[in-house]
């Protein structure tokens, strides 16, 4: 089973950038496709951003399209998310996961990386 460890979030102000890291362990890791997803105080599990095996094809939430930029490095076994002109609504703990389209594969969660974005 991969495991998933998220890591890079902090506190930023509104229209600063940051860059999430997670890490999977396991040998398959560059065999399936991987997103990013985020919660929200009070608020569900929402699709963010998703990237095909290879990294040839990537895909993203409305919300965040044009500001956020997914990508992948299956040489470290490792998905990124870059996130620029952040906005106090990008506030959230971030998560990956294995996906096939935007829904998760999966029965567990990492333990993520929260994202503050103070206005």
């Known amino acids: 089973q991969v495991q998933l460890v998220e890591s890079g979030g902090g506190l930023v102000q509104a229209g600063g950038s940051l860059r999430l890291s997670c890490a999977a362990s396991?040998?398959?890791?560059?065999?399936?496709?991987m997103g990013w997803f985020r919660q929200a105080p009070g608020k569900e599990r929402e699709f963010v951003a998703g990237?095909?095996?290879?990294?040839?094809?990537?895909y993203y939430a409305d919300s965040v399209k044009g500001r956020f930029t997914i990508s992948r490095d299956n040489a470290k076994n490792t998905v990124y998310l870059q996130m620029n002109s952040l906005k106090p609504e990008d506030t959230a703990v971030y998560y990956c996961?294995?996906?096939?389209?935007?829904?998760?594969?999966?029965?567990?969660w990492g333990q993520g990386t929260q994202v503050t974005v103070s206005s």
């Open positions: 996961s294995k996906v096939a389209g935007i829904s998760p594969l999966g029965a567990s």
């Open positions: 396991g040998r398959t890791f560059s065999s399936y496709a």
């Open positions: 990237i095909n095996w290879s990294g040839g094809r990537t």
